[in-house]
Nanobody, 126 residues
Framework: AQQLVESGGGSVQAGGSLRLSCTAS????????VGWFRQAPGKEREGVVG????????YYADSVKGRFTISQGDTWNSYLLQMNNLKPEDTAMYYC???????????????????WGQGTQVTVSS
């Protein structure tokens, strides 16, 4: 069965960095778009970053531009989210997701994604 597994979450102080990893298994092709979403308690799930797996385009929420970077890992089935200069408002559960649609069709729309990981917690203290 297709599965996405996130890792790399943890607790850091404001200004610190974390790198999240998303590894896919059971896929012959992960899809056209891989995204990272986050959800804080009492808030809706929001798109953070997306990467077009074919054309390489990258998409960022305004709140993380200049601080977060998405990239492909060393293997075709892994994607990384480098998070720098973390802020307390970045505290949330972070989810990796894969979509058969192109990112340009709505990378930040949760309904556009076919597969989701279980999430990894990121906590930033002030």
């Amino acid at each position: 069965a297709q599965q996405l597994v996130e890792s790399g979450g943890g607790s850091v102080q404001a200004g610190g960095s974390l790198r999240l990893s998303c590894t896919a298994s059971g896929f012959t092709y992960i899809g056209h778009c891989v995204g990272w979403f986050r959800q804080a308690p009492g808030k809706e799930r929001e798109g953070v970053v997306g990467i077009d797996t074919i054309r390489g385009g990258k998409y960022y929420a305004d709140s993380v531009k200049g601080r977060f970077t998405i990239s492909q890992g060393d293997t075709w089935n892994s994607y990384l989210l480098q998070m720098n200069n973390l802020k307390p408002e970045d505290t949330a559960m972070y989810y990796c997701a894969a979509s058969s649609r192109y990112c340009s069709d709505g990378w930040d729309r949760a309904y556009a994604y076919n597969y989701w990981g279980q999430g990894t917690q990121v906590t930033v203290s002030s």
